[in-house]
């Protein structure tokens, strides 16, 4: 009886998933596995909030598998080490997994291949399982992958996506297989109060309410941050509870700039994919040197806990940072705000906030998460290195009546419209009634000292 397995990354799903299908076709028994990474521990990639997230989507997946006889298989340590006791208790003749992009997922494909030669065994790599479009379908003509994101987005929506396929009706897993128990939530500490559920259900339940009553205002309100206008899918698209390729078709049956703008965001994200497969060091290395001396954890260690516990005295920029906190997501013009404000008006290295934003995002995805930051601080594939984003100026515009603020500021609460964006604005008595910070830095100070720093570099 032929067996192969599906090893799953970040592609907890049942619709939509190649690797799946592929194994379901060419044998008698399929084993879906997950292996609990060592490595990724070790790397320290293992936050409490994508470790919870992570706990109900892995609980979600069993069920679902479950539901058509099957189950998930869960084992812990190193991924090949695993893959490869799994094929010897079994006898399966091919292992099937999605492709990944960064130096990690590159380096776990070369290593599973040799170990799996040297057992006879087959390793089937799927691209458009991750990703929308493969990192290397769309490339320009003298290099290896494109640097600049509006000749790629038109490349790639010319390129088109391939078929959705169905979830299985039937898997049929081998009897006696040990596995580990599936993770739950509550075995994790630590997690921020605010984090949502995770799992392919909650997924798709939150996709068809977002198609039907919110993507066609997407374009207008994204930025919005008040209205909470987007779409709040990054998480499950980041663990794979969801597949960009159903995305896009299902934006793309409703006309109209919200459903445009909602498919360009995931162009982006596929855009950020392809930067990160080409160029694997970019997750900690400068895709593009100005010879910046920034300032690091020692030099400035004051500013970077204020902005860490979002006690700056810039009000959005502190709402932000506490959103973070809280929810381990947050809003796309927030972290805008939070990192030009640590990187451009404090000229703190990108990388530490990387790191910080890494900490607590579950959808934290090191293409892009690292390619944003390097955006924000002027390193990345943008050529404009001098674009600094003045935190008053962007809450005024993204949350004109404060809303936003208040929300997560309520030492401010008290205070009526935009003037909660300048709170040091009030006179002394009415500034003693607020227990909030004095702003840690002169906005003009800070950017005439990253300025001059430049100018230096």
């Not at 910080?356 to 579950?362: A, D, G, K, S, T």
């Not at 419209?417 to 003693?432: I, K, M, S």
Request: glycine share 8%.
């Amino acid at each position: 009886m032929a067996t192969s397995i599906v090893l799953f990354t970040a592609d907890l799903r049942l619709h939509d998933h190649p690797p799946l299908r592929a194994a379901l076709a060419e044998a008698d028994e399929v084993v879906p596995l997950f292996v609990r990474d060592d490595n990724v521990a070790a790397a320290g990639f293992a936050a409490p909030n994508r470790l919870a997230f992570l706990a109900d989507c892995l609980t979600a997946l069993d069920a679902a598998l479950r539901e058509r006889g099957g189950r998930l298989v869960v084992r812990s340590g190193d991924v090949v080490d695993q893959v490869g006791a799994v094929v010897a208790a079994t006898g399966a003749g091919a292992v099937h997994m999605a492709a990944g992009v960064s130096g990690f997922a590159q380096d776990r494909e070369r290593r599973l291949r040799a170990a799996l030669a040297e057992r006879g065994c087959a390793l089937h790599v799927h691209d458009c399982v991750v990703t929308a479009v493969a990192p290397g379908a769309v490339t320009p003509a003298n290099g290896d992958h494109f640097a600049v994101f509006t000749p790629y987005y038109r490349r790639w929506s010319q390129q088109g996506v391939r078929d959705v396929v169905a979830a299985p009706r039937t898997v049929r897993v081998p009897s006696g297989l040990a596995s580990e128990r599936v993770p739950a939530r509550a075995d994790v500490r630590e997690v921020s109060p605010g984090v949502p559920p995770g799992g392919e259900a909650v997924a798709r339940t939150r996709l068809a309410a977002w198609l039907r009553s919110g993507i066609a205002g997407y374009a207008d309100g994204h930025d919005d941050l008040a209205g909470d206008r987007t779409s709040r899918l990054s998480p499950h698209v980041h663990f794979g509870t969801l597949s960009p390729v159903e995305l896009v078709h299902r934006a793309g049956k409703t006309d109209g700039p919200g459903p445009a703008a909602f498919v360009r965001q995931l162009c982006w994200r596929d855009f950020h994919h392809q930067v990160l497969a080409a160029r694997p060091r970019a997750a900690w290395a400068d895709y593009r040197d100005r010879q910046d001396r920034w300032r690091g954890e020692d030099e400035a260690a004051d500013d970077i806990e204020a902005w860490r516990r979002g006690r700056t005295g810039f009000p959005a920029v502190d709402a932000a940072m506490r959103q973070l906190a809280h929810e381990g997501w947050l809003h796309n013009r927030g972290r805008l705000i939070a990192a030009s404000f640590l990187t451009k008006t404090l000229y703190v290295d990108w990388r530490i906030g990387a790191r910080h934003f890494l900490r607590h995002l579950v959808d934290g995805d090191i293409a892009d998460n690292q390619l944003n930051w390097q955006w924000t601080a002027g390193t990345g594939n943008d050529t404009r290195p001098n674009r600094v984003l003045n935190p008053v100026l962007q809450g005024k515009r993204h949350d004109p009546e404060g809303a936003y603020v208040r929300r997560w500021v309520p030492e401010l609460a008290e205070l009526a419209g935009a003037a909660v964006h300048e709170p040091w604005r009030l006179t002394g008595l009415e500034r003693a009634r607020f227990d909030y910070p004095e702003p840690i830095v002169d906005l003009a100070e800070g950017l005439a000292r990253f300025r001059q720093a430049r100018d230096r570099s």
